[in-house]
């Protein structure tokens, strides 16, 4: 009987042990990877792409170390509901065994117009346990055919210009357009196509449509024009419906940059002279059946309270003209005109690429001051680009003018000298009709101050809103350290970078400039790739830039290129199509941007090719130099040489990752030939160079052109010249980036951190301890002490230009140590560079394959880095180590900790091989 107890007693045991495990095992099998973050062509759900083979990107997340991604599984589908029942009917890959995560063409089936594409993904990790699937995603196609186009364009004719244009200026009214219909059916979904040319502002039954400003986007129109996908089923009602678009001049018809200083032969209307607009709403309804509501000569035109609408001077609203419920059904329409028919313009309509102007931020003013009687100063706390909001009440017919400016005098008033010509003035004339809220809707400005005058009252400090205005590209990365200066640095190129990638990368926001200048773009782009999320930024950009390319090959000083000095290109501006492609490339993995711009990039170098002397540039074009750069000028012909060899070098590595071996081959040699050159010329024995400045070594070692034999002795002496300046720059925009990395790759770290942190003139902490909230075009802008009234030039001074703030790059990529090995931040290189002058500094970068953080902090000897390495990514990490025994990664010897593997010691530093996940060293130096 105990037998049979004890049996039956063990046989429950074992049973419940059994069930237990069985419990358990879809927890053990359950992969230890997350597929998230799940983008199109960089896009989060974008609408109406007209790519027919897009790219597809998630990142991996873990909770583990050292875990990877083995392989995935992509399934597209045509509606929600098939994708949720695991049916791809559009692609299925099945399980493909792969790492990528990124850059990953759609090869399934051929994509048409409207396509509506859902999609999701499944990953394996290491012990080939897969994932859950991910959360949905979704694109859709555009209009891909002429023919899918039933739109016309339609515009207002409000007159042209018969003032002297030089003397006077002309800026026309804002055109209001509508359409009334009726739906008189169940409705399923429904999408509007929209482009202008010029700026537009759509509207959908009262409601404005969409987040974007500025749209559809800035182009050279007579190659391209853009248009914009919207989802609008939860505006429309059954019955009757209205639709509306206001259109303003733009850069398509508007003031563009200094053409109005410099009195060129045209000063505005670059593009065509009248605005138009394009736009089509298509109805799916429930029963499968469709409806379009296309613009034509059926619809409704009429001028508004929008006076005067232009991007540099300013927006003039009479808001006695308000055309109340204009944009709603039912509204009274009998005194509006019909709109004139406009010819399809020359340029082909293609879906917008990059990422839409939006509001970032919203300031209130941190105090309010009245300088004159009756004039009220707005200091909102930093310098940005953007527009504001008014609250006013008052009596009708009352005129607020609105003012912008970077700085004040130092009685309080405002200073506008730096504007030039940007008239950059809002006016708003109040109806009388309770509070009345404005904010202008086609124009910006760059400005830390408003001024207001003609306020009915006393104005409060809620009178106006900062509206901060950028396009959407995400901030990916933070900065602290034990310096503040240099934390209000950081803050200051953020605030520079939001201020000018606007539609293009301006070189500054406030004066009548406002250009997508090349070698600003050039000089900052890899610091902006660091900051903040740009890949589609630039790949809209770039597609201008090869618009802009010369006939002969050479790329211009801005793009878009509406108008030339009278050389059309510049050395280190013109090399802007090399490096910029090289960057995203190298950041992001791109290869299809190099794809893209490879022909122009092949002409350009040929371009440079024919022009040299034994491989030798001889300068050419408007020659900027060194712009800005203080004490001895380095050479045109040697800037110009200097940059020829680093294109070609790029354009090797470029030919290679596109698989042109051939070329690859050719590129190299030619770069070996101008290294030849350009050592032969400028090289002497000792090490040093002809031409003795800053500039000069800098360029010379960035861009490998020294022999190797002899680039110790370069640098050594560049280091000489850093000391015999008292620790400070001598460079300008070309140099002065390229100063700091040349010191820190030739052992010079301690002398990169003085200049760092130095606050003398000229350097970055001498603009901050002097209150800027920005990065300044000159060193020295503004002082205390001589306000504006030192050396710089009033009229070529902005206070908002991020050249100089390509000191981010060196920030990320030496003092934290965070850096690619190879493209696209798969294989990471974790190898901070630890200053004497700084105890700790904290940095984080969030990649294409997600987080990567390194903070170190130093007590004497004693060193702790933390790191983390995202998932489905290794990491090559360097700790300043006396040995590797001396070195502990989260309190262990680092032979007992996981995931890490000692490499060797480098001198002093300990190298390892670490897989993903959070990690803390420490190490006594």
Avoid at 25 to 35: C, E, N
Avoid at 287 to 301: C, H, L, N, V, Y
Wanted: net charge negative; hydrophobic share 35%.
């Amino acid at each position: 009987m105990k037998q049979t107890w004890f049996v039956y007693h063990l046989a429950v045991v074992f049973w419940l042990a059994s069930f237990l495990l069985f419990l358990q095992q879809p927890l053990l099998a359950q992969a230890s990877l997350r597929p998230e973050y799940l983008r199109c062509e960089y896009h989060e759900n974008p609408l109406g792409i007209d790519i027919i083979t897009p790219r597809l990107s998630w990142i991996v997340t873990s909770d583990q170390r050292n875990q990877k991604q083995t392989a995935y599984q992509i399934l597209v589908a045509s509606s929600q509901e098939k994708l949720d029942q695991g049916e791809g009917d559009l692609w299925d890959t099945g399980k493909v065994t792969s790492d990528a995560t990124n850059q990953i063409v759609y090869q399934g089936n051929s994509l048409t117009s409207r396509q509506d594409c859902y999609w999701k993904v499944k990953v394996w990790d290491a012990e080939q346990q897969p994932s859950a699937w991910s959360e949905p995603a979704h694109w859709s196609m555009g209009l891909l055919k002429f023919a899918d186009w039933q739109a016309r364009w339609i515009s207002l004719d409000v007159g042209y210009n018969t003032k002297d244009m030089y003397k006077e200026l002309y800026l026309p009214p804002a055109r209001y357009l509508r359409k009334s219909f009726t739906l008189d059916k169940p409705i399923k979904s429904a999408k509007v196509y929209a482009s202008a040319a010029g700026l537009y502002e759509l509207h959908l039954n009262g409601q404005r449509v969409g987040e974007s400003h500025f749209t559809p986007g800035w182009t050279d129109y007579n190659k391209r024009i853009y248009y914009n996908t919207y989802d609008v089923t939860e505006l429309l009602k059954n019955g009757e419906n209205a639709i509306g678009a206001i259109i303003a001049d733009g850069w398509y018809a508007g003031y563009i940059g200094y053409a109005l200083l410099n009195l060129k032969d045209r000063v505005r209307d670059f593009y065509g002279v009248n605005p138009a607009f394009l736009g089509q709403l298509e109805v799916e309804f429930e029963d499968g059946s469709r409806q379009i509501i296309a613009s034509d000569g059926s619809w409704k035109a009429s001028e508004g309270p929008i006076r005067e609408a232009d991007i540099l001077m300013g927006e003039s609203y009479d808001a006695r003209r308000e055309l109340t419920g204009w944009d709603m059904a039912g509204y009274n329409e009998t005194a509006w005109k019909e709109p004139e028919n406009v010819n399809w313009p020359e340029g082909k309509l293609e879906a917008y690429p990059g990422v839409t102007v939006q509001v970032q931020e919203e300031l209130i003013p941190m105090e309010m001051t009245e300088p004159e009687e009756d004039v009220y100063i707005f200091d909102l706390g930093k310098n940005i680009a953007g527009k504001v909001r008014l609250r006013v009440q008052g009596p009708p017919g009352t005129v607020i003018t609105l003012r912008y400016g970077e700085m004040l005098y130092e009685d309080g008033r405002l200073m506008t000298e730096n504007l030039r010509k940007a008239r950059a003035t809002d006016t708003y004339i109040l109806k009388g009709q309770g509070v009345e809220v404005w904010e202008p809707q086609f124009t910006y400005h760059g400005f830390q101050y408003v001024e207001l005058s003609g306020f009915p009252g006393e104005p409060t400090q809620e009178t106006i809103t900062g509206i901060v205005l950028n396009s959407a590209t995400p901030q990916r990365s933070t900065f602290a350290c034990s310096n503040p200066m240099n934390n209000q640095l950081f803050e200051n190129i953020l605030t520079t970078q939001v201020a000018n990638f606007f539609e293009v990368p301006t070189d500054c926001p406030q004066r009548d400039e406002r250009l997508g200048w090349a070698g600003d773009a050039q000089i900052y782009v890899r610091s902006a790739s660091y900051n903040a999320d740009v890949a589609a930024f630039f790949n809209k950009w770039l597609v201008d830039l090869d618009d802009a390319q010369r006939w002969y090959g050479a790329y211009p000083d801005f793009a878009p290129f509406p108008f030339a000095n009278t050389y059309q290109y510049a050395p280190a501006w013109m090399d802007v199509g090399i490096i910029v492609p090289y960057n995203i490339y190298l950041v992001y993995g791109d290869t299809r941007v190099l794809e893209k711009m490879y022909p122009g990039m092949q002409k350009f170098i040929q371009f440079q090719l024919d022009a040299s002397e034994n491989y030798l540039r001889p300068g050419g074009g408007n020659n900027y130099g060194d712009w800005l750069a203080l004490g001895r000028k380095t050479s045109d012909h040697y800037v110009a040489s200097a940059y020829f060899g680093y294109d070609a070098r790029l354009m090797a590595m470029m030919a290679e990752a596109l698989g042109k071996k051939e070329d690859a081959q050719q590129y190299q040699q030619l770069y070996e030939n101008i290294r030849k050159a350009f050592a032969d010329r400028y090289v002497k024995p000792d090490g040093t160079l002809a031409e003795d400045t800053q500039t000069a070594y800098a360029l010379a070692l960035y861009f490998g052109l020294y022999p190797e034999d002899k680039a110790q002795q370069g640098a050594d002496r560049l280091a000489a010249l850093v000391k015999e300046n008292g620790n400070r720059f001598s460079t300008g925009f070309l140099g002065t980036k390229h100063v700091m990395l040349a010191l820190s790759k030739y052992g010079y770290t301690d002398l990169a951190y003085t200049l760092f942190a130095q606050t003398e003139y000229p350097s970055w902490g001498y603009s901050v301890v002097n209150g800027s909230t920005s990065i300044w075009e000159r060193w020295n802008s503004y002082t205390k002490e001589d306000g504006f009234g030192g050396e710089q030039n009033a009229s070529m001074n902005s206070f908002s230009h991020y050249a100089y703030g390509s000191v981010a790059e060196w920030m990320f990529r030496n003092a934290a140590g965070i850096e690619t090995d190879g493209p696209g931040f798969r294989k990471l290189i974790i190898q901070p560079e630890i200053g004497n002058n700084m105890d700790y500094l904290d940095a984080s970068y969030e990649s294409i394959n997600g987080k990567i953080a390194s903070r170190w902090e130093k007590k004497g000897r004693n060193l702790s880095l933390q790191i983390t390495i995202p998932a489905n990514t290794t990491a090559k990490v360097y700790v300043p180590a006396s040995s590797e025994k001396s070195v502990r990664e989260s309190g262990k010897a680092v032979d007992k900790a996981e995931g890490v593997r000692f490499v060797e010691m480098q001198g002093d530093t300990a190298v390892f091989e670490v897989g993903s996940g959070s990690y803390a060293f420490s190490s006594r130096r």
